[in-house]
């Protein structure tokens, strides 16, 4: 969608509607003529056996009307603006560069200072770590809450479970490039009974209650269908983003209809890049903060 909102983009509306407004005039210009004295001419074009055209000059009033309406359009583009930036939005430009120039010039030192430290140290540093909370309340909260401790379909980063793996560096890589986690539905090829064998087998690996007949069942459908993403003992693998299914850390939740749906219809989940948007410095700082929320 970048690509839509580009100075191109911009750039291509203004030729074409210029162009459309110089052809408007064009019209109008070359139908600027004056009625001839003499017998009206007709344009030879007929209509159901009789009905013709008289070759007339468009009324004057009605070329007014053509003329104000294209001095309108012109006034209003500029306005609008449909030209490109006002002065008044040229001077808002300006003013933000210049406060995010003074910011840098203010801030840059101290985010560089940290930068040079190790994550563990930065998460230790009490200024370090009121810096990252506040970027963690901007940018993260809206997703993993103001305590962290996430939501159905967000996880706790307050625990020492980790989906991606809750190394130092590996939390800063999470953070910087984002993250995709898919899993694919199985509805479709286990069937309704074969998901419900499924989601009884999964339970039974936490210690959830469960119908142990059906946990039997679908222990086999486990191993032929699960294991190359959870593993054969279904701990996880956090090079894919596979959960482990062993403890009682749920990201969508335990029940077994919740499960089921999950197995029927995939999970697909997606955690946004912030490497571009905030810069080095400050998802050095942020990852530190995170770092010094795990229980680890």
Known sequence: MADFISGFWNMYV???V???LLFCVFVLVSNMTKREAGPVQLHGHVWDETLAEYNNPLPRWWMYLFWITIGFAVVYLAIYPGFGKTNQERGEHAQYEAEMK???EKYGPIFAKYRGMDLAAVAADPEAKAMGQRMFLTYC????GSAAQGAKGFPNLTDDEWQWGGEAETIK???????????PPFGPSLGAEGVKDVANYVRSLSGLAHDSLRAQRG???FQ????ACHGADAKGNTAMGAPNLTNKIWLYGSSEATIIETITNGRNNRMPQFGEFLGEDKVHLLAAYVVGLSKK
């Open 14 to 16: 203004m030729v074409i």
């Open 18 to 20: 210029a162009l459309s």
């Open 102 to 104: 003074a910011a840098n």
């Open 141 to 144: 909260a809206q997703c993993h």
């Open 173 to 183: 890589t999470t953070i910087t490039g984002g993250r995709i986690a898919m899993m």
């Open 219 to 221: 222990a086999e459908l």
């Open 224 to 227: 032929q269908n699960c294991v």
